[in-house]
């Protein structure tokens, strides 16, 4: 049979994972012979044997590679051979191009679990054993190709056997970039609060810490965590009392689905999310015991964010407070430590990810520190995720575990850099046909987080060799986001595009699903500029592509206090009672509220109006007693939440909204009902109800006015498992189909993703076509 060659290029997450050896076997497997190599832009091979067996590589190539790859793309194309190859060879990596794209962190795999609880193994209970099916990615290079001299283990040279399995293309380490052992890798120290070590075995004695009530941080794969017993109410107070967190939600650490029992009642798409490779935070429902199991954890909510081990360091915890066993047996048994796990951010700054920064800025809330001397070289987040009722996640935060993991775009367009907007930022880089969003950066209130954006920026464009075309923002001109958007195109002489928040929201959701047509936008938030100059948040817009419309929407309410009235409840059900000409009852009934006379008379002048969905969920919040006050951002909504969780579904009672010739939609009348109603896990059960019927109402009457039956939602208030779940059914009983976010959380964490998406639509339309810029 004749002898073929073919070159192949293989794009996606194809560094770092394994992809090379796995080619390496199946060459040899098939009796093919030739070369593969890490380029620029992914992996480059040429192989060359017979048509059958060229035939079975490719179809072996996609259907059976290493669990941390994806192949998104696989071109192949015939070469001539000038002279037969000699076998199969890995050639060292070609750094021309620099378009490859790098893998997010992964956590241990079972071989290396295998590994790290034998005790006969040469890794036996080694920190940081990995492997190319798992370990850091992310978060310790600094750029591409990913090899072993550009990430934060250049610093640990390997010692023979280490290097031995490197070199070793059948062996599962070969090319383990931050491959080590106890002899030649990173090592743990534990150390006190004035910074001097701890003597002893690091993990035991901060076990023993964390037993007697101690709070522990402990440095991990993007940051420190800050550790305590998460079934010791007291040692959970001080955290709080520590960081200034007051009752804002705790995520909790287990050590498998077995230790869940008591704590949370996960389902098998909860449980799968908890146990996949990611290792996100998953939000579960409480157990009738889970209040009394981890007194003080999650206070007053339905949900409890739980994670499992990710981390060698997170396994040798649980396994010390097993009795240190042999093998792996363990892990499939229940496991009584529950560990509170936050991150070490104090007072709203960026997550400390430095040994020195650690003990400066975790002076105080920290009585001991277990560090260890391989850098962090990129600060990620724990990732966040609610499993809606189909299965498919919901994000809350996106970050370690999918940072930087592309979004794939329908189309090839100009690059963009899109910088978020203030609330809970992520910045988005378009290349080609992919999205990349970075990790979570946070609020940007504080210079800290503002210089976090900058590095995260400049680290993502330098690692992605991406030199934007575009620069787009928020239209708020406030923004430190938006004022980096500007300073950065003026810099680069790039166009600078502001994008309305509403229609980012909205565009966030089009980029994701690939959807190239009209659609009606449901954006439901807490804020954003309007192009009145007035906060919106309750909005129903027609978006086609670049350009929008706004059809509709809530009918505006005080916010008496202005911003004051987002954080405080009680002033939103004020408004909402003079909004209903019962400003009388305002002092009386909010008597325990200081200057509750004072907001009366405010109501009786013009105040800022917003049409916020979600400064209707805090006046219902306070209307019901269930919130006049927050300790954190969407406390209200969440306590509404869970109130109506608890009671139950319930149906909606009619006359409770009207939407008139305009397109507003009027929710006074169901205000009115909460406002007289006693029972406020009813009151909220019944806001839920009615809500859901009013807004697909609303939308229904739109789409009936503009033909259009596709709905896009964006914006925060969509993390409301009752209100998106709720709206699926009810727009679907009305013949409308509704997109959501995924991929990307569906607040201000995805807005970049919109940003990014409507400034290629602008640049392509100014183009005259799909493409770049002209």
């Given at each position: 049979m004749?002898?073929?060659?073919?070159?192949?290029t293989?794009?996606?997450?194809?560094?770092?994972?394994?992809?090379?050896p796995?080619v390496?076997?199946?060459?040899?497997e098939?009796?093919?012979?030739?070369?593969?190599?890490?380029?620029?832009q992914?992996?480059?091979?040429?192989?060359?044997?017979?048509?059958?067996?060229?035939?079975?590589?490719?179809?072996?190539l996609?259907?059976d590679?290493?669990p941390?790859?994806?192949?998104?793309?696989?071109?192949?194309?015939?070469?001539?051979?000038?002279?037969p190859?000699?076998?199969?060879?890995?050639?060292?990596s070609?750094a021309?191009?620099?378009e490859?794209?790098?893998?997010?962190?992964?956590?241990?795999?079972p071989?290396?679990?295998?590994?790290?609880?034998?005790?006969a193994?040469?890794?036996?209970?080694?920190?940081?054993?990995n492997?190319?099916d798992?370990?850091?990615?992310y978060?310790l290079?600094?750029?591409?190709?990913?090899?072993?001299?550009?990430?934060?283990?250049?610093?640990?040279?390997q010692?023979?056997?280490c290097?031995?399995?490197?070199?070793d293309?059948?062996?599962r380490?070969?090319?383990?970039?931050p491959?080590?052992?106890?002899?030649?890798?990173?090592?743990?120290q534990?150390?006190?609060?004035?910074?001097?070590?701890?003597?002893?075995d690091?993990i035991?004695?901060?076990?023993?810490?964390?037993?007697?009530?101690g709070?522990?941080?402990?440095?991990?794969?993007?940051g420190?965590?800050?550790?305590?017993d998460?079934?010791n109410?007291?040692?959970?107070?001080?955290?709080?009392?520590?960081?200034?967190?007051?009752e804002?939600?705790?995520?909790v650490?287990?050590?498998?689905?077995?230790?869940?029992?008591?704590?949370?009642?996960?389902?098998?798409?909860?449980?799968?999310?908890?146990?996949?490779?990611?290792?996100?935070?998953?939000?579960?429902d409480?157990?009738?015991?889970?209040?009394r199991?981890?007194?003080?954890?999650?206070?007053?909510?339905?949900?409890?964010?739980?994670?499992?081990?990710?981390?060698p360091?997170?396994?040798?915890?649980?396994?010390?407070?097993?009795?240190?066993?042999?093998g792996?047996?363990?892990?499939?048994q229940?496991q009584?430590?529950?560990l509170?796990?936050?991150?070490?951010?104090?007072?709203?700054?960026?997550?400390?990810?430095?040994?020195?920064?650690?003990?400066?800025?975790l002076?105080?809330?920290?009585?001991?520190?277990?560090?260890?001397?391989?850098?962090i070289?990129?600060?990620?987040?724990?990732?966040?995720v609610?499993?809606?009722?189909?299965?498919?996640?919901?994000?809350?935060?996106?970050?370690?575990g999918?940072?930087?993991?592309?979004?794939?775009?329908?189309?090839?367009?100009?690059?963009?850099?899109?910088?978020?907007g203030?609330?809970?930022?992520?910045?988005?880089?378009?290349?080609?046909?992919?999205?990349?969003?970075?990790?979570?950066?946070?609020?940007?209130?504080?210079?800290?987080n503002c210089?976090?954006l900058?590095a995260?920026?400049?680290?993502?464009m330098?690692?992605?060799h991406?030199?934007?075309?575009?620069?787009?923002?928020?239209?708020?001109?406030?923004?430190?986001s938006?004022?980096?958007?500007?300073?950065?195109?003026?810099?680069?002489?790039?166009?600078?595009?502001?994008?309305?928040?509403?229609?980012a929201?909205i565009?966030?959701?089009?980029?994701?699903?690939?959807?190239d047509?009209p659609?009606?936008?449901?954006?439901?938030?807490?804020?954003?500029?309007g192009?009145?100059g007035?906060a919106?948040?309750?909005?129903?817009l027609?978006v086609d592509?670049a350009?929008?419309?706004?059809l509709?929407?809530?009918?505006?309410?005080?916010?008496?206090?202005?911003d004051?009235?987002?954080?405080?409840?009680?002033?939103?059900?004020?408004a909402?009672?003079?909004?209903?000409?019962?400003a009388?009852?305002?002092?009386?009934?909010?008597a325990?509220?200081?200057?509750?006379?004072?907001?009366a008379?405010?109501?009786a002048?013009p105040?800022?109006?917003?049409?916020?969905?979600?400064?209707?969920?805090?006046?219902?919040?306070?209307?019901?007693?269930?919130?006049?006050?927050?300790?954190?951002?969407?406390?209200a909504?969440?306590?509404?939440?869970?109130?109506?969780?608890?009671?139950?579904?319930?149906?909606?009672?009619?006359g409770?909204?009207?939407?008139?010739?305009?397109?507003?939609?009027?929710?006074?009348?169901l205000?009115?009902?909460?406002?007289?109603?006693?029972?406020?896990?009813?009151?909220?059960?019944?806001?839920?109800?009615v809500l859901?019927?009013?807004?697909?109402?609303?939308?229904?009457?739109?789409a009936?006015?503009?033909?259009?039956?596709?709905?896009?939602g964006?914006g925060?208030c969509?993390?409301?498992?009752?209100?998106?779940?709720?709206?699926?059914?009810?727009?679907?009983r009305?013949?409308?189909?509704?997109?959501?976010?995924?991929?990307?959380?569906?607040?201000?964490?995805?807005?970049?993703?919109?940003?990014?998406?409507?400034?290629?639509?602008?640049a392509?339309?100014?183009?005259?076509?799909?493409?770049?810029?002209?």
């Amino acid at each position: 049979m004749d002898t073929q060659r073919q070159r192949l290029t293989v794009r996606g997450i194809v560094q770092g994972v394994g992809f090379r050896p796995f080619v390496y076997r199946l060459a040899h497997e098939l009796a093919l012979n030739g070369w593969v190599r890490n380029d620029g832009q992914g992996v480059t091979l040429e192989i060359e044997g017979s048509p059958i067996h060229l035939a079975q590589f490719a179809d072996r190539l996609r259907g059976d590679a290493p669990p941390l790859a994806r192949i998104d793309r696989l071109d192949a194309v015939p070469v001539a051979a000038r002279r037969p190859f000699a076998g199969f060879r890995i050639l060292h990596s070609d750094a021309a191009g620099n378009e490859a794209a790098i893998g997010a962190d992964s956590c241990t795999c079972p071989a290396c679990l295998a590994e790290l609880f034998d005790p006969a193994d040469r890794r036996y209970r080694y920190a940081f054993i990995n492997c190319t099916d798992c370990g850091p990615r992310y978060t310790l290079v600094s750029r591409l190709p990913y090899d072993r001299a550009n990430t934060s283990m250049a610093a640990f040279a390997q010692c023979a056997p280490c290097r031995n399995e490197y070199t070793d293309p059948l062996h599962r380490r070969f090319h383990a970039e931050p491959n080590a052992c106890p002899d030649c890798g990173p090592q743990l120290q534990l150390l006190d609060a004035t910074g001097a070590p701890i003597a002893g075995d690091a993990i035991a004695q901060t076990l023993a810490l964390i037993a007697r009530g101690g709070i522990v941080a402990i440095k991990g794969l993007g940051g420190f965590h800050l550790v305590c017993d998460a079934r010791n109410a007291t040692a959970v107070a001080t955290l709080r009392a520590r960081k200034q967190r007051e009752e804002k939600p705790l995520a909790v650490m287990v050590a498998n689905g077995a230790s869940l029992a008591g704590v949370a009642d996960a389902n098998d798409a909860e449980r799968a999310w908890l146990t996949s490779a990611a290792r996100p935070i998953v939000l579960v429902d409480k157990t009738t015991d889970t209040d009394r199991q981890l007194a003080g954890v999650a206070p007053h909510l339905a949900s409890i964010g739980v994670m499992l081990p990710y981390t060698p360091i997170h396994y040798l915890l649980f396994h010390e407070a097993a009795g240190r066993p042999a093998g792996v047996a363990w892990l499939e048994q229940p496991q009584s430590l529950a560990l509170v796990m936050t991150s070490a951010n104090p007072h709203g700054e960026p997550l400390v990810i430095d040994n020195r920064e650690a003990l400066a800025q975790l002076s105080g809330i920290a009585d001991a520190f277990l560090q260890h001397d391989r850098d962090i070289v990129v600060r990620c987040d724990d990732s966040v995720v609610r499993v809606d009722s189909q299965g498919a996640p919901q994000f809350v935060r996106r970050a370690r575990g999918y940072t930087p993991r592309a979004v794939p775009l329908a189309t090839a367009g100009a690059p963009v850099l899109a910088l978020g907007g203030f609330f809970k930022n992520t910045l988005c880089l378009t290349r080609g046909d992919q999205a990349f969003l970075s990790q979570y950066i946070g609020d940007l209130d504080r210079v800290a987080n503002c210089l976090a954006l900058e590095a995260a920026c400049e680290h993502l464009m330098h690692l992605l060799h991406i030199t934007p075309q575009l620069v787009a923002h928020d239209r708020h001109p406030d923004f430190f986001s938006t004022q980096l958007a500007s300073r950065l195109a003026a810099q680069w002489q790039v166009p600078c595009i502001a994008v309305q928040h509403h229609h980012a929201h909205i565009a966030a959701v089009l980029a994701e699903h690939g959807l190239d047509q009209p659609v009606l936008g449901l954006a439901l938030d807490g804020v954003g500029l309007g192009d009145d100059g007035t906060a919106w948040g309750g909005e129903l817009l027609r978006v086609d592509g670049a350009d929008y419309r706004r059809l509709g929407h809530l009918r505006p309410i005080a916010m008496p206090g202005a911003d004051r009235a987002a954080r405080e409840p009680w002033r939103m059900a004020a408004a909402a009672l003079a909004q209903l000409g019962r400003a009388d009852e305002i002092a009386t009934r909010f008597a325990a509220q200081s200057g509750a006379g004072l907001v009366a008379q405010l109501l009786a002048r013009p105040q800022p109006l917003t049409t916020s969905m979600g400064r209707y969920f805090d006046a219902a919040a306070g209307l019901l007693g269930l919130a006049p006050t927050m300790r954190f951002e969407a406390q209200a909504a969440m306590l509404l939440e869970g109130a109506a969780a608890q009671h139950g579904a319930c149906a909606p009672e009619s006359g409770l909204y009207r939407i008139d010739g305009s397109l507003q939609l009027d929710l006074s009348p169901l205000l009115a009902r909460l406002a007289d109603c006693d029972r406020p896990g009813y009151g909220a059960a019944l806001f839920h109800a009615v809500l859901v019927e009013a807004l697909a109402d609303w939308v229904a009457v739109a789409a009936a006015q503009s033909g259009v039956r596709t709905v896009a939602g964006g914006g925060g208030c969509f993390l409301n498992a009752l209100l998106r779940d709720g709206l699926h059914h009810a727009l679907a009983r009305r013949g409308l189909t509704l997109y959501t976010s995924q991929a990307v959380p569906c607040g201000d964490g995805g807005l970049a993703l919109g940003q990014a998406w409507v400034a290629r639509r602008m640049a392509a339309s100014q183009a005259g076509g799909p493409g770049s810029l002209a």
